[in-house]
């Protein structure tokens, strides 16, 4: 089979499309026959980008050379305990080595995908789907009627932020890019600002207003600049930085601050977890939630694909598709 794979750590130039044996499933996993895989600004770390990966990737080479984690497709066999799949049913969720025509995921780590779902837009969920949820409700404590700000909201997180936020009933406020003002608009928040133009942080903006919460996909700004955007009582939650360090030294900060003023800020990693996948399958299903999908490439030219989204442009999300005809 064909998936891809890197031997050294470096820029997407080291991704090659391979031949490799197509796997085998153990007694609690389930072989996939992937019909589309999305990419991530975390399959960038596993590259070893930056060197403290390493410590569990491999120090020289990767131990691991296969890439990727959001998968959806075809069941195509199962492993003797699995009870909750079976041959040619239809799933979506997290694996190891997505970007592949095959793959294995634990049945604890996939969920059905309903027939009104496309294959590309259930693999774009897992990772920023998940992120978004739990940011929101987990770490955000999210209410109905709240004020709620979406920093980076016309990418991979936000635009699933967006949604979420507005279907668990908050007044949401996005901020994006002139040419993604509209878009963010369409799928749900009230007021957007042009990021490019207006600063959220600065008092004295045509849009003057103080945020119950505030999740920041992107990390372009300080802890104390999302301060001064917050209620007395508000929370900022970190799930995006320019880079892993930057994300840590706000995970170490974050804590600090929160002693020291009223209010809250937390940084966090999502966890993937069939529950919470179930929820963003409701949500997909009943129409509150639809996929941003920026674009779409395929297996042989995942290379690309990172190379786009490492440029931080990127609306929605960027999937991997391996079969154009097949959409549901």
Known sequence: MKAIAYHNYGSPD??????????????????????????????????GRPYL?????????PKDTRLGRDVAGQVEAVGRNVTQFKSGGKVFGACSGALAEYACASESALVIKQDNVTWEQAASVPIAGLTALQGLRDKGKLQPGQQVLINGASGGVGTFAVQIAKSFGADVTGVCSTRNVEMVRSIGAKQVFDYTREDFTKSGQSYDQRYDLILDCVGNHSLLAHRRALNPNGVCVVAGAKGLWDFLTRALTAPVLSRLVSQKFVTFIAKLNKQDLTIMRELMATGKVTPVIDRRYSLSEVPEAMRYLEKRHARGKVVITLDYHNKT
């Open 53 to 61: 990966i390493r410590i569990k990737t491999g120090l020289s080479k």
């Open 14 to 47: 080291v991704l090659q499309c391979e031949e490799i044996e197509k796997p085998t499933p153990g007694d609690h996993e389930v072989l996939i026959k992937v019909r589309a895989a999305s990419v991530n600004p975390f399959d960038r770390h596993y590259r």
